[in-house]
């Protein structure tokens, strides 16, 4: 067959599937292989045919059949690697990448999918080295420019990704749709980074006016919502959403952590259930539901589970399903099969994120060393009071956090970074107070308290003590071997540290011998809260703290579980329960798994003597 009439037959087959007639195309393309099986235009188009229509091994095999036949051709290369991201196999994308830049080092295309492959494995820092490489050698193409705005709003490097994205505006590139939309949405995502709420919801609302079947915008306006506290509002969202987009999984995934997080646990496991109908593969949802959920309603799904392969997953399934498993495991009484399938959980996590460990250690003796002092003591007369809840985290500060703001003055801000953001943009110390406030009063409602849980804030207690005249420091203390189990159990993906019993041990330990150095300092500031004490005997633990802040009495402190706060943290789920101490001394059914941990803590001789009691 002459090359134009194939070439016309092709086209007639891309027709007949953009009007739905696949089985039609189908044909054609298939009376065209019997006899133009060597084409590269044929079998481009229909790899391309079988990818649209998600048949991806098939697509898989006409890709590498032109690699082979055509070496040369970049595309097919970046065709196939693109599917074996969508299956999450990133080191078999990489690879075939990594063949064709031999072949074209200067391709623009390929350098970009090199900076998507890397931006969807969270390595912003490569993704930034292929897309300035691909922009070098195409100035003009506003989609390498998009994804390096996206990539600088992952970084944090807020304003250098508004310049980007405010530049494409004023070329007037909104008269593309799709190159509308997103500017538009990554304009709102730096926004909601700098917690610039109007200016996000703003450019959000006017999305959904303009295009009403919007995901994505309906999709951040709930997060946006979420971020400013008003869980109820980021639900209604996610409910229109999905009333217009039914199919679109990222609401249920949204729903169904914001219905944990405001307590509602049924609704939670009704939600992971549904997505899990949907996809049986999604072991994020198998992990969500091993924290809330026995699966004792759902044994095929809970086998499933079990019978998993772990080895034949991608590196993200097979850390949520080891997970999972995990949890269900502990929760059956198997510690020893737990243990095994936490450290596989783990060990795969730590072969994606380095540490921080030594950051942390670091910019913890940076301000150990530093020598504060403030003499001008200006905020004493009119500032609120805020108290730091400090601590290594799964220390029992979210339950603190709990009966704290059962008082009606207090307001909880949670986990929020305030105060060290407002640290690295001060000129000098005594800008912090200012700073600080500014982000305070720019998300929560005035109050008279605040309440800070940004636990590694025990770092700045010189900084608290100084600047913070009124504001108390109350020190979260566990069982460190508990503590450091706990931390170890709890896929903490922001903390890289904890995929590491050694690291996590050492962290501990630096922080106890900090914290311990700070008391002495600033013993009239700090306050230790032991959660084992409370625990055991809250009746005298809680009218303690109570006195120490200087409040008055009430029975409702004993209650916190009955307290209808939404709890974003890991301890969401847990937290709505009456006090339980089957976590006291848990470590125990883990020694075998500890060693590492009992090693380094026992260097220690206050905490050695803790953990030999």
């Known amino acids: 067959m002459k090359k134009i009439d194939l070439l016309k037959k092709i086209e007639e087959a891309k027709i007949k599937q953009k009007a739905g007639n696949t089985l039609e195309a189908n044909q054609i393309f298939q009376v065209l292989l019997k006899s133009n099986n060597d084409s590269f235009d044929l079998l481009y188009a229909y790899g391309l ?26 595309n097919p290369y970046i065709l196939l690697a693109e599917i074996l991201k969508i299956e999450n196999k990133f080191k078999e994308a990489e690879r075939v990448l990594l063949k064709a830049i031999k072949i074209d080092p200067n391709h623009g295309d ?170 049986k593969f999604d072991f994020n949802s198998f992990y969500e539901l091993s924290e809330i959920y026995d699966f004792k309603n759902h044994k095929n799904e809970l086998n499933f589970l079990l019978d998993t392969k772990l080895d034949n997953l991608n590196p993200s399934s097979k850390i949520y399903a080891a997970f999972a498993i995990s949890n269900l495991l502990h929760k059956e009484g198997k510690f020893k099969e737990s243990a095994k399938y936490l450290k596989i959980a783990n060990d795969e996590s730590m072969k994606y994120k380095k540490s921080d460990l030594s950051l942390k250690i670091k910019h913890t003796e940076y301000y150990r060393l530093l020598k504060i002092k403030n003499l001008k003591n200006k905020y004493l007369n009119n500032s609120p009071n805020y108290i730091f809840i400090v601590g290594m985290p799964r220390s029992g500060s979210t339950l603190l956090e709990n009966i704290l703001s059962l008082n009606t003055e207090v307001t909880d801000m949670g986990e929020v970074n305030f105060l060290e ?103 009239e500031n700090i306050y230790d809260y032991h959660y084992e004490n409370l625990i055991e005997n809250p009746n005298d633990v809680i009218p303690g703290i109570i006195k120490w802040l200087d409040w008055d009495w009430d029975e409702k402190y004993l209650s916190p579980h009955q307290n209808k706060r939404n709890v974003y943290t890991a301890s969401s789920a847990q937290i709505r329960k009456k006090f339980y101490s089957s976590s006291i001394g848990i470590w125990q059914e883990y020694k075998e798994l500890l060693e590492p941990a009992i090693e380094i803590i026992k260097t220690n001789k206050i905490l050695g003597d803790k953990i030999s009691q």
């Open 49 to 74: 045919f079988c990818r649209d229509l998600k048949n991806f091994n098939l697509a898989k095999r006409v890709f590498l059949n032109l690699i082979n036949k055509f070496p040369s051709s970049i």
């Open 110 to 279: 390929l350098l970009y999918n090199f900076s998507l492959l890397y931006f969807a494995l969270g390595k912003f820092d490569y993704a930034l080295v292929y897309i300035d490489k691909a922009i070098k050698l195409s100035i003009n193409n506003d989609i390498y420019k998009l994804l390096k705005s996206e990539i600088y709003i992952k970084k944090s490097n807020i304003d250098e990704a508004l310049f980007i994205l405010d530049d494409l505006n004023k070329n007037k590139i909104e008269k593309d749709k799709n190159k509308e939309i997103r500017i538009n949405i990554l304009l709102a995502e730096a926004f909601l980074k700098k917690r610039k709420y109007v200016e996000a919801e703003i450019i959000l609302l006017k999305l959904i006016k303009k295009f009403p079947e919007l995901e994505l915008a309906y999709l951040n306006l709930s997060i946006l919502y979420n971020n400013k506290n008003q869980l109820s509002k980021s639900i209604q969202i996610l409910k229109k959403g999905i009333d217009l987009s039914p199919n679109f999984m990222p609401f249920y995934k949204n729903l169904a952590t914001f219905y944990r997080n405001s307590g509602q646990l049924k609704l939670a496991i009704e939600t992971n259930l549904f997505i899990i109908s949907r996809n």
């Open 421 to 523: 953001e407002s640290i690295k943009e001060a000129k000098n110390f005594e800008d912090v107070y200012d700073l600080y406030e500014k982000k305070v009063i720019n998300q929560f409602p005035s109050s008279i308290i605040y309440t800070d849980k940004s636990l590694f804030n025990y770092m700045y207690c010189s900084v608290i003590s100084n600047f913070f005249p009124k504001a108390k420091i109350i020190n979260c203390i566990r069982n460190p071997l508990d503590n450091i189990l706990s931390i170890y159990r709890a896929n903490f993906l922001k903390q890289s540290f904890s995929f590491s019993l050694t690291d996590i041990s050492s962290l501990y330990l630096h922080y106890f011998e900090t914290i311990e150095e700070y008391k002495i300092k600033y013993s």
